[in-house]
């Protein structure tokens, strides 16, 4: 079965996620906010039933074509509000979104009320404020976090037994100067909405998934002893909601 092609940060992120999920008892039912071009959702599909929500266009009608080809899942054009208001899932995640919200907190409470109590609450986004550059204001970013700010974060949103981790050891401090480097003379794209609509197409790959799969898989590997320190260049978090 070919699946979606991950570009090679998002292999190292989806590495914690994956192992994340696999520590996550009685998890069925999963909805992804900002579900992209469907390339994680494509993943979460083949074991959960998957539910995704995307409000971009573009994004929306290439995840769902990769969705329908695969045979499992289904997405929404929208937002988490335009779902059954009584709809609620075993695990609500949103990879690389939260930067992206003025009103982060907000968001984040909406969401988790769509996990079920006792549920959980999986979240990604850009670590460290010091490293905000030339990519953050490209792809419309507003903030990047620290470890315990975003534990905070998800602790105000209802949550309880939250775990920090960090990825991009090594590749990901790389790969994160190349993107500095390649968007430092592009300028701004227009609102920070539109910025944030086309940052979930740039720099994703068309086809090729082996290659980056084979690439990432030491630098994988390399960043697990340091899941738990500052070297990285992202955060992914999880959370139990409260009963």
Not at 6 to 29: C, K, Q
Not at 57 to 74: C, F, M, T, V, W
Not at 147 to 176: D, I, M, S
Request: net charge positive.
């Amino acid at each position: 079965m070919t699946l979606p092609p991950l570009s090679l940060n998002a292999w190292l992120r989806y590495d914690l996620i994956e192992r994340m999920l696999d520590d996550l008892p009685g998890v069925t039912t999963v909805l992804e906010v900002g579900a992209g071009q469907g390339a994680i959702g494509a993943r979460l599909a083949l074991n959960l039933e998957y539910t995704g929500v995307e409000p971009d266009a573009a994004s929306y009608e290439r995840a769902k074509q990769r969705l329908d080809r695969l045979g499992h899942g289904r997405i929404h054009r929208g937002y988490v509000a335009d779902l059954p208001a009584d709809l609620t899932f075993d695990l609500v995640c949103a990879f690389e979104v939260l930067e992206h919200i003025e009103d982060d907190l907000g968001a984040l409470k909406e969401w988790a009320t769509r996990a079920r109590p006792g549920g959980y609450v999986m979240i990604s986004s850009p670590a460290w404020p010091r490293r905000f550059g030339s990519f953050d204001r490209f792809a419309g970013h507003y903030r990047r976090y620290t470890r315990e700010g975003y534990a905070e974060l998800l602790r105000e949103a209802g949550c309880e037994q939250v775990k920090v981790l960090t990825y991009g050891f090594l590749l990901g401090q790389v790969l994160e100067r190349v993107r500095n480097a390649a968007t430092s003379r592009k300028g701004h794209l227009g609102s920070m909405e539109e910025r944030t609509a086309a940052s979930g197409r740039w720099g994703h790959p068309a086809r090729g998934d082996r290659l980056t799969k084979v690439a990432s898989a030491p630098f994988r590997i390399l960043q697990r002893p340091f899941v738990h320190g500052d070297a990285g260049t992202g955060f992914v978090a999880v959370g139990r909601r409260m009963h």
